[in-house]
């Protein structure tokens, strides 16, 4: 069996198909461009991208477990289509972000009210990742967490 050559455009792991001799480019955004750190007052760091339309409505995502601020390039093309801004942090630990020993689920919160006032919002909405690794299960399923972000795009709005 031979490897695919690895370059800077494709995995090292063994291609399924070594005859193939062309490779597919990704549609989603999985590099750190659209990725920034905010030093939160407690000196921990707070990682996050954002994608969709950058003067859209803002719209928390936050990823589920394992996962990190990258899950929100899923939501780039429909962001701009709506006209949503798509912001995605990474949690303590995760990605980019430092761990928070001792954390308690009041803690994210805090952290997310410091994002938004970074980022001056004035208010903003909230979707949360239901499904723990969507990107593993049939399409049937990401129709519905589509359906379920377009729902909460419209419904669920937070005032600073």
Known sequence: MS???ASASTSSFPSPNPNRTH?????FLLDNST?????LPSGRKLSY???GDPNGKPVFFFHGL???RLEGTYFDDLGKELGARIISPDRPGC???TPQPGRGLLDWPKDVEALAEH???????????LLPHIH?????????????????????????
């Open 95 to 97: 990605g980019q972000s």
């Open 3 to 5: 490897l695919a050559p």
């Open 136 to 160: 593993f299960r049939p399409l049937p399923l990401f129709v519905i967490l589509i359906l379920f972000v377009i729902l909460l795009l419209f419904l669920v709005k937070h005032d600073a």
């Open 35 to 39: 990725s920034s750190i905010l030093t």
């Open 23 to 27: 490779s597919f480019p990704c549609r």
């Open 66 to 68: 394992p996962g990190s």
């Open 49 to 51: 991208a954002q994608y």
């Open 119 to 129: 980022l001056k919002l004035a208010e903003y909405s909230i979707m949360v990742c």
